[in-house]
Structures are given as structure tokens and as C-alpha cells.
């Protein structure tokens, strides 16, 4: 704990969390021009910080039972070593990333190659 501690205080609160929110901001942008959904909340650090949860489009090949891994997440796991939640939330799946100081571009750009590919 205390590496972590003087990790961010190298690095500086503010600057973190600018730094993941422009990143997540990324996200939900290429996400909601991707699969034309929208995400629920406003576009500003004040509602959302280094974590955007935007929805899937309806369809697709659902969970076999309830506790199983979400076909897309499993995909994204086995063919492209993206590991991203997809979650159900009233009745509808949703995809959620979460940004920190070691994701880049790069990772967003994998991310969005895949997605691609899959849904």
C-alpha cells in the first residue's frame, strides 16, 4: 500500500484523473460510434471518471446460464487477450471500460479491432 500511495503522489492526483478520464472519454466515443448505442450519462469528468459503461446492441448471442461469462467477453478473452466486462443490466447487455495510467491508445485501438470483428 504504501508503493501505491507514493505511486500517486509521484504522479498527482489530478493529473490521474485527467489523464483517465480523456482516455474512458475516448472509449465511450469510438464504443457509441461502434455499436450506435449511447451511454447513459453526460459527457463530463463530473459524471463519469476513468470507467465508461456503454450498452451493446440488442441481440446477439446471449449467456448460457446465469453465473456463465458473456459469449463476447469469452470471445474477447480467447481470440484477442482483451479482458472487458460485459454485464447485464435490466435485460439488456453492456460493456464497460476502465482506464488507468498503464492503458494507451494503442490498447483502445485493439479493443476497437476486435469489437469489430465480433459483434
Known amino acids: 500500500m504504501p ?6 503522489e509521484n504522479v498527482g492526483l489530478v ?6 478520464h480523456e482516455l474512458a472519454s475516448e472509449a465511450r466515443t469510438m464504443l457509441e460510434s461502434l455499436t450506435g448505442c449511447t451511454a447513459y450519462v453526460p459527457e463530463s469528468a463530473d459524471w463519469y471518471g476513468s470507467m465508461i459503461t456503454v450498452p451493446l446492441p440488442e441481440g446477439g448471442a446471449q449467456r448460457t446460464q446465469p453465473n456463465a461469462m458473456d459469449p463476447l467477453q469469452q470471445a474477447l478473452w480467447d481470440k484477442d487477450r482483451i479482458e472487458i466486462p460485459i454485464v447485464d443490466w435490466h435485460g439488456r447487455r453492456h460493456i464497460r471500460v476502465s482506464c488507468h495510467l498503464y492503458n494507451t491508445r494503442d490498447d483502445l485501438q485493439r479493443l476497437e479491432l476486435a469489437l469489430r470483428a465480433r459483434l
Open 3 to 8: 508503493a501505491a500511495i507514493r505511486f500517486l
Open 15 to 20: 493529473n490521474f484523473r485527467h489523464t483517465t
